[in-house]
């Protein structure tokens, strides 16, 4: 069962997170943030099978990085941690809709990850303008905008549910982080060092 789950993460990811959307669909009365987490869970499955799949490779730009080698298994058990950290923010803003903090958090992990695959261009120097799962990226990163603007004109959050948001996203992603380098073998706190370490060489190898 153990290595059912870890070969097969990404599809069972997906399958919960498609149960979730036909169960919602059979809801009346969803909030607006409600709607916007369904949005959110869309774009996630889109994203996963992106970044992952079609056309894949965001995971081999991170291993050439940090220079590890990673083994088909290793990729695919990777999405364990990836699939509940999803799963996670994802249930808890719906469940607490009027919880705004938590609204907040879904919202900034969508302009996080806008931020990041673009940023990802430079970092991992690539010829095309384009990183493995940025598409649905820059999707996300627009809902999540428009979720704050909602909040904000609405006068739905106070100035700690923003603080707190912000906060509770960076607690979980780092959380899932170490999961995903503990699998890998490498130290969580090693990796700025390792990221330096790489673009010295690259730059070095450039010039």
């Not at 949005?39 to 291993?63: M, Q, R, T």
């Not at 940090?66 to 719906?94: G, H, Q």
């Not at 598409?135 to 739905?156: C, D, K």
């Not at 509770?168 to 390792?194: C, E, H, N, S, W």
């Amino acid at each position: 069962m153990g290595k059912f789950i870890k070969h097969y993460a990404l599809e069972i990811y997906t399958v919960l997170a498609m149960l979730f959307m036909v169960i919602t669909s059979m809801m009346d009365g969803l909030s607006a943030v409600q709607r916007f987490v369904v949005v959110f869970n869309f774009l996630f499955i889109l994203h996963e099978w992106e970044e992952g799949v079609y056309p894949g490779g965001f995971v081999d730009l991170i291993a050439r990085l940090i220079d590890k080698e990673l083994t088909d298994d290793l990729r695919r058990a990777s999405r364990i941690p990836t699939s509940i950290f999803l799963i996670s923010i994802t249930l808890v803003p719906f469940i607490f809709d009027d919880t705004t903090m938590f609204a907040v958090s879904i919202a900034t992990f969508g302009i996080f990850e806008g931020l990041v695959h673009t940023l990802g261009i430079k970092l991992f120097r690539l010829k095309r303008k384009y990183t493995p799962g940025m598409a649905t990226a820059w999707v996300e990163t627009a809902v999540g905008i428009s979720l704050l603007w909602y909040l904000a004109s609405n006068h739905l959050a106070s100035w700690y549910d923003y603080v707190l948001g912000v906060i509770i996203f960076f607690a979980a992603f780092v959380t899932m982080q170490k999961t995903l380098t503990m699998m890998v073998g490498i130290r969580y706190r090693d990796m700025p060092r390792m990221l330096k370490k790489q673009l010295q060489n690259r730059t070095k190898f450039q010039n």
